[in-house]
Nanobody, 123 residues
Framework: HVQLVESGGGSVQTGGSLRLSCAAS????????MGWFRQTPGKQREGVAV???????KYADSVKGRFTISKDSARRTLLLQMSSLKSEDTGMYYC?????????????????WGQGTQVTVSS
């Protein structure tokens, strides 16, 4: 039973930085694609950044150059370093995982989800 627990959210001013962490447990041996998604009220959950089992990454255009996704396989931890934050980055951030080698930013293709951590960026 895969469990994902996010941490690191909070409130920050425009231009600031935050680092999100996702601790994974119950993960079977094998490749996983993991990623970060965010959602604001009234909007669909959108992909922010994903990392494949082989290490390849993909980012939403809106965060390229500002966010960095990484993983510590030994500690089973997924990270998202967010810099130069903007008000439009505000939202609930979710960690997600799916089995396999593929790289996807489609939320419906992810089987496992955390409870989310809130990020609020204000001026």
């Amino acid at each position: 039973h895969v469990q994902l627990v996010e941490s690191g959210g909070g409130s920050v001013q425009t231009g600031g930085s935050l680092r999100l962490s996702c601790a994974a447990s119950g993960v079977r041996t094998g490749p996983y694609c993991m990623g970060w998604f965010r959602q604001t009220p009234g909007k669909q959950r959108e992909g922010v950044a994903v990392i494949a089992g082989g290490g390849g990454t993909k980012y939403a255009d809106s965060v390229k150059g500002r966010f960095t996704i990484s993983k510590d396989s030994a500690r089973r931890t997924l990270l998202l370093q967010m810099s130069s934050l903007k008000s439009e980055d505000t939202g609930m951030y979710y960690c997600a995982a799916r089995e396999g080698w593929g790289l996807s930013m489609t939320a419906s293709s992810f089987a496992y989800w955390g409870q989310g951590t809130q990020v609020t960026v204000s001026s």
